[in-house]
């Protein structure tokens, strides 16, 4: 009877710490991840106190370059640490070589430079934005429907240089076509012309997680607009440095750039009318 109740003890111990911190998401370089911890709870994650929601909702990033080992730490009520180790999967990136491209398209002018990290500098502010909107524990989906010709992490040497790696998706379509909200969130920032991304617009989906659309012919949003998942938002350009008409989606936890292909799956069939 003694070595019952024992095993009955230890099945509630665990059935406990269980539900005390849940996680679910892909652990890969680029995953999304969204936690739950009991209230009260305080949440670390790469030098970040975490944001906790009321009912112990959390979303952490893993970057490009995320390390093969992930910690989180959770501190409970009684201030007592507790570290969770994850494994992260490595991915191996499509690098191409590109040679003959002119030196001015790869390295900018001082004065674009300049400009650049002006630029930078707003969006860098505007991906900081930690708000207590919930948008991101939604179902995501896809911005634009087409042919899917560019992927996360990607990156491409001009004439032997490495250039920035790839840290989105790029979907081609016509100029002009129209771009929708891939879940709801509030627009943090409108750009219509930066050099690098030209068309630049920032949806905020909470606690840090955040969506970037460049290269847009036309915003048709403002910031400060709330949106709901399918508002239509902008349509497809070619404008800052790119090749041809095309949405790049972008999407940050802070400093983090994760990869939104985890979050919406396959790029669906699009229906001939």
Same mark, same amino acid.
């Given at each position: ?93 499509? +690098?191409?070589?590109?040679? /003959?491209?002119?030196? @001015?398209?790869?390295? =900018?002018?001082? *004065?674009?430079? $300049?400009?650049? !990290? ?100 036309? +915003?048709?949003?403002?910031? /400060?607009?709330?949106? @709901?998942?399918?508002? =239509?938002?902008? *349509?497809?350009? $070619?404008?800052? !440095? ?32």
């Amino acid at each position: 009877m003694i070595r019952i109740i024992i095993v009955i003890g230890l099945v509630l111990l665990f059935s406990s710490a269980a539900k005390a911190f849940d996680t679910k998401g892909v652990w890969q370089q680029g995953g999304v991840i969204q936690g739950r911890v009991t209230q009260g709870t305080q949440v670390q994650f790469l030098k970040h106190d975490v944001r906790v929601d009321k009912d112990g909702l959390f979303v952490i990033g893993l970057g490009r370059d995320a390390e093969p080992e992930a910690i989180i730490t959770t501190i409970n009520a009684a201030g007592e640490k507790i570290k969770h180790t994850f494994a992260v999967a490595q991915r191996e990136y499509r +690098i191409q070589k590109v040679n /003959g491209v002119p030196k @001015k398209t790869v390295n =900018p002018s001082k *004065e674009q430079v $300049a400009r650049s !990290r002006k630029e930078g500098a707003l969006v860098w502010h505007a991906r900081q934005l930690d708000s207590e909107r919930k948008d991101f524990s939604a179902q995501f989906q896809w911005p634009l429907i087409g042919p899917v010709t560019g992927v996360y992490g990607s990156q491409r040497f001009y004439n032997g240089t490495p250039g920035r790696p790839h840290f989105g998706v790029d979907v081609a379509a016509p100029t002009g076509t129209l771009v929708v909200a891939p879940v709801s969130g509030v627009v943090t920032l409108v750009h219509n012309d930066m050099f690098f991304s030209g068309g630049t617009l920032i949806v905020d989906h909470g606690h840090g997680l955040s969506s970037t659309f460049i290269h847009l012919s036309k +915003i048709l949003v403002e910031k /400060g607009q709330a949106l @709901k998942v399918g508002d =239509p938002i902008a *349509e497809v350009g $070619a404008s800052g !440095r790119a090749t041809g008409p095309h949405l790049d989606w972008r999407m940050n936890w802070f400093e983090q750039r994760v990869d939104p292909q985890l979050l919406v799956g396959a790029m669906p069939k699009k229906i001939e009318k």
